[in-house]
């Protein structure tokens, strides 16, 4: 197949012919790719050459380049257009791929070139050194000093666990795609917001019927909870919604414990207690025992004000239906927290919502970017994308091409729910880098344009601060470029993008009428900005116990102990719930962040509140210089953005910030502490 478009895929290739790729060339490009790699696996384990860090280290990395990146863009087509021929083809070529990727660190001739390279402890320049150091700890905590019988078992493991964790993946697109409820009275639809009610006609017509479809897709399934007076309605899109992939053909009941099973093992294969000590090792964290400490020290801080929140809703109910109201249920607590909200607060989350135009939002993020980073961003014209709804744009800086990115915003059947940033390649010679953003948030209705939530705008704003961590990399070696970095690390250039939808003088740039294009009412943005801690406690207690979960699942859970997962599971998130879950209740059967990749989030979800201590410390030095402080923006990309993992994050951390993270900026900021 001479124009398989798959062979055409470089690393440091600036646009990828994603609308040419068909399942058809998977197969052939993965064959072809796999011959060439194995050769020159062949020939680095039996060369002669004298040994230098280009010809040992590098050119282990360079062995790989090609193979990654096209089963990186195979994968990522498979969570945004799936479709059962790609998916087969997919899962075809994956275990060879991780087969192969295994055995280059199980290589005993290709560790001993490297550990003798190292040992002669070569003049070398920092970063280098940093390289050559990472590279032989990658061999040892990927089994490279393990005898040849638990070599065999290692590789064994790895090749199911990429399997299962595929499956689980592909099992939640499957589940959520296949369910809808189609309603023919609209009173049924009462409370929600009119765009929200023509979109559900819509969608019902498009499947060829009359009436309204309300689906499990993010936007739909937010309204619903938060606006739908009906509480049957509510309640069965509550039901559907958290036990995804939780019955069923498309079940991951069962690839749950094979995973967890899996990751054990192997942990304790390597040497590890539990797989949470492995990945940890490498983190910020350090530990378990740390990521624990660290959850406890917040939730400690948080559940008074987390206990008084829920006796407010409560009582708000009662106040607002009578004393004979029943108890809150799980799919009564959004509905009724944005009625507390209103009535408190005087403010109405939907009342920001035609000042979010997405064309708009977008044509502010960027400003934001070019403000703080001295960027600008345009079209890219003629980009050729993987669906037609796929925006494309360049990222420039003094004439010169950073980056390009592709932008797919809305949900569609075929497609994994969330946001995402995906680097695809590094520009290690300075040319031009290539990325994408993925969301589904709203998208347009009738001939209106697409209009935002703030929580929609914060999404944009937090995966472009990933796209920017990747596309301002300064670092000439892959695996230590952009991203590249610990996951308790890697959102603090994310989560610190999502203040700026906060601040009036970034709002004044971009939050204008859709249809008047007048700024945003100063009484509006007040009272927006005086909600913003709103039940945030709430919010925070919620993730403590997705973080108390993930670390509870990867160091102390036994099935034969602690019985059925989704038990145990519903068990500890209960414990951080404001209401009793229901016994349905299955969203770990849908937690991608722990699941849906062999290491992912896994025994590192905490990170995203670890991060959320990061930003808040470190934006504390934008707000006293001011939020478009030039001095400061351009500090915050030399010493983060840029460096990827030249260094130790907490070096890092500390370059910008001056001292240590401290957890009081983040607590200061949610209402909870002085």
């Known amino acids: 197949m001479s124009s398989n478009p798959l062979l055409a895929i470089l690393p440091g290739q600036t646009e990828i012919l994603f609308d040419a790729i068909v399942p058809e060339h998977v197969d052939p490009a993965i064959d072809t790719l796999l011959g060439e790699a194995r050769a020159e696996l062949a020939r680095?384990?039996?060369?002669?050459?004298?040994?230098?860090?280009?010809?040992?280290?590098?050119?282990?990395?360079?062995?790989?380049?090609r193979i990654t990146l096209v089963m990186s863009v195979l994968s990522h087509l498979e969570g945004v257009v799936s479709s059962p021929e790609l998916r087969e083809a997919y899962n075809r070529v994956q275990p060879r791929v991780t087969e192969f990727l295994a055995q280059i660190t199980l290589s005993e001739k290709a560790f001993a070139r490297v550990a003798t390279f190292a040992a002669k402890k070569p003049s070398l320049g920092v970063l280098e050194n940093r390289f050559l150091e990472k590279t032989v700890t990658d061999f040892r905590r990927n089994g490279a000093a393990l005898g040849r019988q638990e070599k065999e078992r290692l590789l064994a493991l790895d090749v199911e666990l990429a399997q299962?964790?595929?499956?689980?993946?592909?099992?939640?697109?499957?589940?959520?795609?296949?369910?809808?409820?189609?309603?023919?009275?609209?009173?049924?639809?009462?409370?929600?917001?009119?765009?929200?009610?023509?979109?559900?006609?819509?969608?019902?017509?498009?499947?060829?019927?009359?009436?309204?479809?309300?689906?499990?897709?993010?936007?739909?399934?937010?309204?619903?909870?938060?606006?739908?007076?009906?509480?049957a309605l509510r309640e069965r899109l509550y039901r559907a919604y958290n036990a995804r992939a939780a019955q069923g053909t498309n079940s991951n009941c069962n690839i749950i414990y094979t995973i967890l099973r899996l990751r054990d093992e192997r942990a304790k294969l390597l040497g590890y207690k539990h797989h949470a000590d492995f990945v940890l090792e490498q983190r910020m964290a350090k530990s378990s025992e740390a990521a624990l400490d660290f959850v406890a020290h917040l939730e400690?801080?948080?559940?008074?004000?987390?206990?008084?929140?829920?006796?407010?809703?409560?009582?708000?109910?009662?106040?607002?239906?009578?004393?004979?109201?029943?108890?809150?249920?799980?799919?009564?607590?959004?509905?009724?927290?944005?009625?507390?909200?209103?009535?408190?607060?005087?403010?109405?989350?939907e009342a920001l919502r035609p000042y979010f135009?997405?064309?708009?939002?977008?044509?502010?993020?960027?400003?934001?970017?070019?403000?703080?980073?001295?960027?600008?961003?345009?079209?890219?014209?003629?980009?050729?994308?993987?669906?037609?709804?796929?925006?494309?744009?360049e990222m420039h800086e003094e004439g010169?091409?950073?980056?390009?990115?592709?932008?797919?915003?809305?949900?569609?059947?075929?497609?994994?729910?969330?946001?995402?940033?995906?680097?695809?390649?590094?520009?290690?010679?300075?040319?031009?880098?290539?990325?994408?953003?993925?969301?589904?948030?709203?998208?347009?209705?009738?001939?209106?344009?697409?209009?935002?939530?703030?929580?929609?705008?914060?999404?944009?704003?937090?995966?472009?601060?990933?796209?920017?961590?990747?596309?301002?990399?300064?670092?000439?070696?892959?695996?230590?470029?952009?991203?590249?970095?610990?996951?308790?690390?890697?959102?603090?250039?994310?989560?610190?993008?999502?203040?700026?939808?906060?601040?009036?003088?970034?709002?004044a740039l971009f939050a204008k009428h859709s249809v008047t294009q007048a700024p945003m009412p100063n009484d509006l943005l007040e009272r927006s900005l005086a909600a913003r801690t709103f039940r945030a406690t709430t919010a925070l207690m919620?993730?403590?116990?997705?973080?108390?979960?993930?670390?509870?699942?990867?160091?102390?859970?036994?099935?034969?102990?602690?019985?059925?997962?989704?038990?145990?599971?519903?068990?500890?998130?209960?414990?951080?719930?404001?209401?009793?879950?229901?016994?349905?209740?299955a969203m770990i059967a849908s937690f991608t962040h722990l699941f849906a990749d062999p290491i992912g989030y896994a025994a590192g979800y905490y990170s995203y509140l670890w991060?959320?201590?990061?930003?808040?410390?470190?934006?504390?030095?934008?707000?006293?210089?001011?939020?478009?402080?030039?001095?400061?923006?351009?500090?915050?990309?030399?010493?983060?953005?840029?460096?990827?993992?030249?260094?130790?994050?907490?070096?890092?951390?500390?370059?910008f910030t001056g001292s240590a993270p401290d957890v009081r900026p983040m607590l200061r900021r949610i209402g909870i502490a002085a």
Not at 196 to 218: C, H, I, N, P, Y
Not at 304 to 317: I, K, N, V
Not at 378 to 384: C, H, K, L
């Open 400 to 507: 010169r091409i950073m980056a390009r990115f592709y932008v797919d915003l809305f949900p569609r059947e075929g497609k994994l729910d969330g946001a995402w940033m995906h680097g695809l390649t590094h520009a290690l010679d300075g040319g031009p880098h290539l990325g994408l953003i993925v969301a589904n948030v709203s998208p347009a209705v009738g001939q209106r344009q697409a209009l935002l939530s703030r929580r929609e705008v914060e999404t944009l704003f937090h995966e472009f601060g990933h796209l920017l961590h990747h596309s301002l990399s300064k670092v000439p070696i892959r695996s230590l470029a952009g991203t590249n970095v610990p996951t308790d690390f890697v959102e603090l250039p994310s989560k610190i993008m999502e203040n700026w939808v906060w601040e009036r003088e970034a709002l």
């Open 611 to 655: 991060s959320e201590q990061l930003d808040a410390h470190a934006f504390e030095r934008f707000a006293r210089a001011g939020i478009f402080h030039v001095d400061t923006g351009l500090a915050f990309r030399s010493t983060i953005l840029e460096q990827g993992h030249a260094a130790d994050p907490m070096d890092l951390f500390k370059r």
């Open 44 to 65: 680095y384990e039996t060369t002669s050459e004298p040994a230098t860090f280009d010809g040992v280290v590098l050119a282990l990395e360079r062995m790989t380049d």
């Open 300 to 349: 400690q801080a948080a559940r008074p004000r987390f206990e008084e929140e829920t006796t407010e809703l409560r009582a708000f109910r009662r106040e607002f239906e009578g004393s004979a109201s029943p108890e809150l249920a799980p799919w009564d607590v959004t509905f009724y927290a944005e009625k507390l909200r209103q009535h408190t607060c005087h403010f109405d989350e």
């Open 164 to 231: 299962q964790a595929s499956r689980y993946a592909q099992n939640v697109i499957d589940s959520a795609g296949s369910w809808d409820l189609r309603i023919e009275d609209a009173s049924s639809l009462e409370g929600l917001p009119s765009d929200v009610v023509e979109a559900a006609r819509q969608s019902a017509e498009a499947k060829g019927f009359m009436g309204f479809r309300l689906t499990l897709q993010t936007p739909c399934y937010i309204a619903v909870m938060t606006h739908a007076k009906n509480a």
């Open 542 to 585: 919620r993730q403590l116990g997705f973080s108390r979960l993930d670390l509870a699942l990867h160091t102390t859970y036994v099935p034969d102990r602690d019985g059925d997962v989704l038990a145990f599971a519903r068990a500890v998130m209960g414990r951080y719930s404001p209401v009793a879950l229901p016994d349905d209740y």
């Open 357 to 393: 135009a997405l064309d708009r939002v977008l044509a502010g993020l960027f400003d934001v970017a070019k403000h703080l980073y001295g960027i600008s961003v345009r079209p890219w014209e003629g980009a050729r994308t993987w669906h037609p709804s796929v925006q494309s744009y």
